[in-house]
T-cell receptor, first 113, second 112 residues
Framework: EAGVVQSPRYKIIEKKQPVAFWCNPI?????LYWYLQNLGQGPELLIR????????DSQLPKDRFSAERLKGVDSTLKIQPAELGDSAVYLC???????????FGPGTRLLVL | AQSVTQPDIHITVSEGASLELRCNYS??????LFWYVQSPGQGLQLLLK??????LVQGIKGFEAEFKRSQSSFNLRKPSVHWSDAAEYFC??????????FGRGTSLIVHP
């Protein structure tokens, strides 16, 4: 069974540029999560989807971050414009349902110069 | 609010030695507790989880953890460490929403 797929794996951009990350969850998983992991820290939830609906986005900085999950499968996370402090690893995870084990992708490592 | 403390940033052990990684949590009710492992450049993999019942939880790769309510702890143990266990280990706590709050992690270094 394929795991959670994320792309790109690495991204280097200049500040003020836009950037987008893509996540393909495990087939059949209804719940999808985006996490932010700063260097030397544990992941922090940005947003959680139940199918197409964002049910928990209280930690998403909505002035520059946006996310979507069209058709309840793949998801994209966008930052526009990026700031130096956005340099981090962005992790995607999925689970069959809301209260089930989460499976994490390898993450996208973002460096903003 | 829930929180997790992993007091050790780094732990160094010799291959074959026993291991214990500490985790203390804060949560007002009975928590869900997790241990994840993250190898360099990889996502997090679930080692084990505690929901209820037996306070000694067995996980994958020979790991176990014990839930001690009186101490608000959920320490991870392994009787004999292998070089491949070198990685970052994260403890996490969740409440009814099942959204985990992670600790900052403990980096395990294994000497040959």
């Amino acid at each position: 069974e394929a795991g959670v797929v994320q792309s790109p794996r690495y991204k280097i951009i200049e500040k003020k540029q836009p950037v987008a990350f893509w996540c393909n969850p495990i087939s059949g998983h209804n719940t999808l999560y985006w996490y932010l992991q700063n260097l030397g820290q544990g992941p922090e939830l940005l947003i959680r989807y139940e199918n197409e609906e964002a049910v928990d986005d209280s930690q998403l900085p909505k002035d520059r971050f946006s996310a979507e999950r069209l058709k309840g499968v793949d998801s994209t996370l966008k930052i526009q414009p990026a700031e130096l402090g956005d340099s981090a690893v962005y992790l995607c995870a999925s689970s069959p349902g809301a209260q089930e084990t989460q499976y994490f992708g390898p993450g996208t490592r973002l460096l903003v110069l | 609010a829930q929180s997790v403390t992993q007091p050790d940033i780094h732990i160094t052990v010799s291959e074959g030695a026993s291991l214990e990684l500490r985790c203390n949590y804060s949560y007002g009710a009975t928590p869900y507790l997790f241990w994840y492992v993250q190898s360099p450049g990889q996502g997090l993999q679930l080692l084990l989880k505690y929901f209820s019942g037996d306070t000694l939880v067995q996980g994958i790769k020979g790991f176990e953890a014990e839930f001690k309510r009186s101490q608000s702890s959920f320490n991870l143990r392994k009787p004999s460490v292998h070089w491949s266990d070198a990685a970052e280990y994260f403890c996490a706590v969740a409440g009814g929403s099942y959204i985990p709050t992670f600790g900052r992690g403990t980096s395990l270094i294994v000497h040959p």
